[in-house]
């Protein structure tokens, strides 16, 4: 449990400062967009611009990890990320644009580096448990930007709030250096990286039918978390009748049941041993909470509306982990970290294209209410095609998964 336990630690803490650092951006905006001269709307192309770099980074990141290790690779990240908030808190347009690219660049490699790392050092019956808790990290590190960036500004200012997440990142990849000798002992210091290390990460996410499935779920299913995330404020407020601060408090509602589903979708799949049909069933609940979500009105009822939210978040934000895990078990062995970036590809594709797509529908007059009733459609589908595929499918023996 020890050697599973120190790895699960480290890598939740890089990943939550990762998301930490991405999401400080965006809680500056209203505050530093003045000072910069761009904007508060600006954020909205940062943060598609720091996603794009995170698509490239992380076809090349799974040879990166076999070449110098995933503690290696994790502490660069999280330099990269520091570098980018450095240039954020510089305050130049054209230093917001380098920050994006260096913060994106940063947070693209980080899972495939945790997922090679846990996936050697979690047995087989906890899988789906453990990349769940490491999956946390992720809104954990946003509600604590949300919580620790605002004070920061208060105290001193928006670019020292950016210049001390910063810091926390630096620090961090120090505190990482004395796990390396033992978890980046399977390093290949002689492999050879070249531009063709992309092209065999997309090769392993399609070439396999159970990853390009995997792959091309999570680019529905990370494109509807990113429209209830990005959008739900806004229908509550302008729709609904919603305060900001009421709205706020449900967008954390559907947070925080992301955070808790995560571990007990993770605690369920293991238990089961009918992961893949977990996450057909989770599909379905994400498009059942994107219909509930639309059919809010000015009368309905607070307790129905945080049940929804709460149900939503945990379907639409809580799928990761479980994800995750099934990409690890699926990869060949040694190679989790290459599997996992070639379908990270495809789950940036659908953060870029899901709220830009959500956004033409409601530019174009359909509403809000009517986006996210059409949004449901891809993730229902792909409830259908993970449950039927996985109808005569033997539930998963721990034996089994040894190989992963």
């Known amino acids: 449990m020890r050697s599973t336990l120190f790895p699960l630690a480290a890598t939740t803490a890089v990943q939550l400062l990762a998301s930490m650092a991405l999401v400080t951006v965006p809680v500056l905006a209203p505050v530093a967009s003045a000072d910069v001269g761009v904007s508060p709307g600006f954020v909205g192309f940062f943060i598609a611009l720091s996603y794009g770099a995170s698509m490239i980074t992380s076809l090349v990141s799974g040879a990166l990890v076999l070449r110098y290790g995933a503690i290696r690779q994790s502490q660069a990240c999280l330099v990269l990320c520091a570098a980018g908030l450095a240039c954020v808190a510089g305050g130049q347009p054209a230093l917001l644009l380098a920050g994006a690219l260096l913060i994106g660049s940063g947070y693209g490699p980080i899972t495939p580096a945790s997922s090679h790392i846990l996936a050697k050092t979690t047995p087989p019956s906890m899988m789906s448990l453990v990349f769940s808790v490491k999956q946390t990290g992720v809104p954990l590190g946003g509600a604590a930007a949300g919580a620790l960036v605002p004070p920061l500004v208060l105290y001193a200012g928006w670019r020292f709030a950016a ?4 810091i926390a990142c630096i620090v961090a990849a120090f505190l990482a250096q004395p796990l390396r000798r033992s978890l980046d002992a399977d390093r290949e210091p ?14 392993f996410a399609l070439r396999d039918a159970m990853l390009r499935r995997l792959a091309l779920c999570s680019f529905c299913f990370s494109g509807i978390q990113l429209c209830l995330i990005t959008y739900l404020v806004t229908y509550l407020t302008s729709k609904i009748g919603f305060s900001l601060v009421a709205a706020g408090l449900m967008l954390s509602v559907a947070q925080v049941g992301g955070v808790v589903a995560r571990v007990a979708w993770g605690a369920i799949a293991d ?17 059942l909470g994107a219909i509930a979500t639309a059919a809010f009105s000015p009368a309905s009822a607070i307790a129905w509306i945080t049940v929804v939210c709460a149900f939503f978040g945990a379907t639409a934000i809580g799928w990761n982990g479980v994800f995750l895990a099934q990409v690890a078990r699926f990869a060949p062995p040694g190679q989790a970290s290459i599997a996992t970036a070639g379908t990270l590809f495809f789950t940036y594709g659908g953060v870029l294209l ?11 007059g359909l509403g809000y209410a009517a986006a996210f009733v059409i949004m449901a459609i891809p993730s229902s589908a792909c ?3 993970l449950l039927w595929r996985d109808l005569d499918a033997k539930p998963v023996a721990a034996t089994s998964l040894e190989k992963a």
């Not at 210049?163 to 910063?166: I, Q, R, T």
């Not at 041993?273 to 379905?284: D, E, H, K, S, Y």
């Open 190 to 203: 002689s492999r050879r990286l070249s531009i063709g290390s992309a092209a065999t990460a997309l090769r």
């Open 271 to 287: 238990r089961s041993g009918r992961p893949m049909r977990l996450l057909g069933g989770i599909a379905a609940g994400m498009g």
């Open 163 to 166: 210049v001390a997440v910063a």
């Open 383 to 385: 409830a259908a095609w």
């Open 354 to 364: 899901g709220p830009t797509m959500f956004a033409l529908l409601v530019e174009a």
